[in-house]
């Protein structure tokens, strides 16, 4: 599964970004669980939010609940992460991944088998 994520840019705090994650040419995208993390210098990758291969199931970490929103739209082989109310902290590298493993697996990086790129999201204060 090829992922291709994209939407990041620069900022201001209290501001909202919208990310999107396609995977091109995959017939089977709904059946996989999707995951964004996020990533910054000197830390691991770290569990940003999760939705179950129908979308009707998301999972969110503390530091970001209530302020990101993810989706799909299986149609597009597209996931999105809506991003509002940005903090200075949100500023990592994003990355979305495809996995077969449901929650509580799928909080962790162990439990994708394929990973986007990456995109740079920067908040300034």
């Known amino acids: 599964v090829q992922l291709q994520a994209s939407g990041g840019g620069s900022v201001q705090a209290g501001g909202s970004l919208r990310l999107s994650c396609a995977a091109r040419?995959?017939?089977?995208?709904?059946?996989?669980?999707m995951g964004w993390f996020r990533k910054v210098p000197g830390k691991e990758r770290e569990f940003t939010a999760t939705?179950?291969?129908?979308?009707?199931?998301?999972y969110y970490a503390d530091s970001v609940k209530g302020r990101f929103t993810v989706s799909r739209d299986n149609a597009k082989n597209t996931v999105y992460l809506q991003m509002n109310s940005l903090k200075p902290e949100d500023t990592a590298v994003y990355y979305c991944a495809a996995g077969s493993r449901g929650a509580p697996r799928s909080y962790f990086t162990s439990g994708y088998d394929y990973w986007g790129q990456g995109t740079q999201v920067t908040v300034s204060s």
């Open positions: 939705i179950s291969r129908s979308g009707t199931a998301t």
């Open positions: 040419s995959e017939r089977f995208f709904s059946t996989y669980v």
